[in-house]
């Protein structure tokens, strides 16, 4: 079956697309954005991002009846890493039939990156989001990986050039504007 995917109101599926944001501020408006649109699309939202920022998210969007749930990355990389793709896609198929079991019509994740990189190395790291995209290549899941730009220029402290060059090829969406575009290698 083939997905159709409307990048204009982001019933999109399939995708892994990146957002670099500078400050938590900016982050925060973007996902904030981005879980709402899913939200209203009937997607089930999950976040793994740093806890004060769950608060946040979650008691905005929970105000409006939407649920959210926290997500855990390095468990999917744990999983990945011991026993490989296909288990990562099935594991995301399971969380799938989960989700629509409960009247979902999708997923929508979202990964703050910096987050991630407190509790896995960064070559697991960068191993796991080279596959991200094929482990949801048709499914109703879309994921966003969250990329400090404010820590890439001023401290390199999780975000360094090796991760940045890497999210350029690893992503085949970007989020920017509010809208997600076709990756195209640049900032």
């Not at 982001?10 to 996902?31: A, D, F, S």
């Not at 699309?41 to 769950?54: D, F, M, N, R, W």
């Not at 730009?149 to 060059?165: H, M, R």
């Amino acid at each position: 079956m083939k997905r159709i995917t409307i990048m204009g109101n982001y019933e999109v599926y399939g995708v892994h697309c990146v957002l670099y944001y500078c400050g938590i501020e900016h982050m925060l408006v973007n996902i904030y954005d981005y879980v709402n649109k899913g939200s209203e699309e009937k997607q089930l939202v999950y976040l793994h991002v740093e806890p004060e920022l769950y608060k946040v998210i979650s008691e905005s969007l929970c105000k409006e009846g939407f649920q959210i749930e926290t997500f855990n990355i390095p468990h999917l990389m744990q999983i990945y890493h011991n026993q490989g793709i296909k288990c990562l896609a099935d594991y995301f198929l399971d969380c799938e039939r989960k989700a629509k079991d409960k009247g979902y019509l999708g997923i929508r994740i979202v990964n703050q990156v910096s987050y991630s990189l407190k509790k896995v190395s960064n070559e697991d790291f960068l191993d796991f989001e080279k596959v991200l995209t094929e482990a949801v290549e048709g499914k109703n899941i879309s994921i966003m990986c969250a990329y400090d730009f404010d820590d890439y220029i001023n401290k390199k402290k999780f975000i360094n050039d090796t991760l940045l060059e890497q999210s350029f090829d690893d992503h085949n969406y970007r989020f920017y504007k509010f809208r997600l575009m076709k990756n195209t290698r640049c900032i």
